[in-house]
């Protein structure tokens, strides 16, 4: 997939003007185009819900792979993995993909005393 935050073309633009349009609002591949703010609005909703339920199912993967390695005596914490898995976010989403990536690892390592 295309970096699309970062390229200057991609600049969310100044609102336009009454009776404006979208047409110069630039979309990555895939997204839909909105017929009203409330649409839109509701989709963003049930997108937020989804990452909601897909990140508590990483945090639960992720402790559960800490506490496997625990118990094969490795390290809770594998700073290689997690540079991969930074690298990936940052290839896709640039800057920001790379704060992304760190605020998911940190809520899915857990407290240190947990397994």
Do not use: F, K, Y
């Amino acid at each position: 997939m295309e970096n699309l935050v970062d390229r200057p073309d991609t600049a969310i633009p100044a609102p336009t003007a009454p009776g404006g349009t979208l047409a110069d609002v630039p979309l990555a591949d895939g997204a839909p185009t909105l017929s009203t703010i409330a649409e839109g609005r509701q989709l963003i909703d049930d997108i937020d819900g989804q990452l909601r339920a897909l990140l508590a199912t990483r945090r639960d993967l992720s402790r559960q792979i800490q506490a496997l390695r625990g118990i094969e005596g490795g390290p809770r914490i594998e700073h290689a993995r997690e540079n991969e898995i930074i690298a990936a976010w940052a290839e896709e989403l640039g800057p920001r993909g790379v704060e992304i990536a760190m605020a998911v690892l940190t809520m899915c390592r857990g407290a240190a005393s947990q397994p």
